[in-house]
């Protein structure tokens, strides 16, 4: 009876134990849908670190479905993931460039694409995404529009759809590139050499985009489409706090944010530092209260 009570007892302990404390500031949303928003992130005046808005993220329900956005930055990209583990977050675009012609060679659409996250703390990953550009008539450019700090891109001409490999983009119908470290903002611009007039039975549009390098598998058909039919396109952000070093950091300690239990880390991806939890410590390195240690896990 008295073992049983006590198991009871630490049954109870155990399930208050696993209430895991949140990952926001106490009285703040944690989520918006289903994304995870944890501080310096957050929802609504007082959530989110700083006095100004570079943290602040904005929640609003379109037709059912929540639509998680970085408050500062254009482009209209939503944020699909975020955690604090080191992994960078996941955003959701919906935009690329594309330009079509008709048989004769007259340009029947265009779009160029830009987005600008510079007053964000995001950047894109420069590891993780892939510039690419889809066409066989196609010069693709990324960079980082007005002062053209870098310009990049890819070029695919391909005289049949024969020789194209489903599964390879490799520079026939599909050429990829990589983005530089630091990258907050671009511009992405589509180009053709004989506006398709060679190619336009199998090609008549060429397309780029950024986006996770994981992501996208090339097959003819993309060649075919005369609109591109994904409309979630996702691109892997990095983020750091301000643009300080560790050592800088932990000196100016008016604006270090490394909470207690927790050690600092140099960004990998441009300036700024990340924050993570000592082995034995859990949870969010950025809350006033830092790392949480100690607490029961019976499971
Ligand atoms: C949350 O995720 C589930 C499963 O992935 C999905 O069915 C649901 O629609 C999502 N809810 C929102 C609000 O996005
Ligand atoms: C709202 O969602 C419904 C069902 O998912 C869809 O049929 C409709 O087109 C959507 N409306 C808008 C304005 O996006
Ligand atoms: C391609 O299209 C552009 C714009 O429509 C036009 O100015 C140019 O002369 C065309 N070039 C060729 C080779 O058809
Ligand atoms: C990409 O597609 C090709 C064939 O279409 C398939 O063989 C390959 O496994 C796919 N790769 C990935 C990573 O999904
Ligand atoms: C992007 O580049 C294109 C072509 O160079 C230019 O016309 C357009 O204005 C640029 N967009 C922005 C926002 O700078
Ligand atoms: C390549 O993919 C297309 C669909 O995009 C398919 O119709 C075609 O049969 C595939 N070719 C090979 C050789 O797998
Ligand atoms: C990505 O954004 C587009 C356009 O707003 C939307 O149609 C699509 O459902 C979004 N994808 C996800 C996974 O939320
Ligand atoms: C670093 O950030 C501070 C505060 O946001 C800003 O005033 C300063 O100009 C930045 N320094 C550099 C070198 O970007
Ligand atoms: C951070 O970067 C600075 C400058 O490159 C370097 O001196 C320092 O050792 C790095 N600190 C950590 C914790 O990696």
Not at 10 to 16: F, I, M, T
Request: charged share 15%; net charge negative; glycine share 8%.
């Amino acid at each position: 009876m008295i073992l049983i009570m006590l198991l009871i007892a630490l049954l109870s302990l155990g399930a208050a134990a696993i209430t895991v404390p949140p990952l926001a500031l106490p009285g703040c949303p944690e989520k918006c849908g289903n994304v995870t928003i944890p501080y310096p992130f957050g929802i609504g005046d007082g959530c989110f670190m700083g006095t100004d808005d570079t943290y602040r993220i904005t929640c609003e329900v379109k037709n059912g479905s929540s639509v998680v956005r970085a408050y500062q930055g254009t482009g209209e990209i939503e944020v699909l993931e975020m955690s604090l583990d080191g992994a960078p977050a996941i955003f959701n675009s919906s935009f690329h460039s594309y330009q079509c012609f008709n048989q004769i060679g007259e340009e029947t659409k265009r779009g160029n694409y830009w987005i600008d996250m510079r007053t964000s703390p995001f950047r894109f990953s420069a590891t993780r995404n892939k510039f690419t550009a889809i066409g066989c008539d196609t010069i693709a450019d990324i960079s980082e529009y007005v002062d053209e700090n870098f310009m990049s891109g890819c070029v695919s001409v391909c005289s049949d759809t024969k020789s194209v490999r489903n599964g390879s983009c490799s520079g026939i119908g599909c050429c990829q590139t990589s983005i530089p470290f630091n990258l907050k903002r671009f511009n992405s611009t589509l180009w053709s050499i004989y506006n398709h007039t060679k190619v336009w039975k199998s090609n008549p549009c060429s397309y780029a985009f950024l986006a996770d390098e994981n992501w996208f598998n090339f097959t003819l058909a993309d060649l075919l489409a005369e609109s591109f039919v994904s409309s979630t396109i996702p691109i892997v952000m990095d983020w750091a706090i301000g643009n300080q070093t560790c050592e800088q950091a932990v000196h100016d300690t008016q604006s270090y944010v490394c909470g207690p239990n927790s050690y600092c880390t140099n960004s990998t991806n441009g300036p700024g530092y990340q924050c993570f939890c000592k082995d034995g410590f859990q949870e969010n390195p950025y809350l006033p209260g830092g790392c949480q240690g100690n607490y029961l896990s019976f499971y």
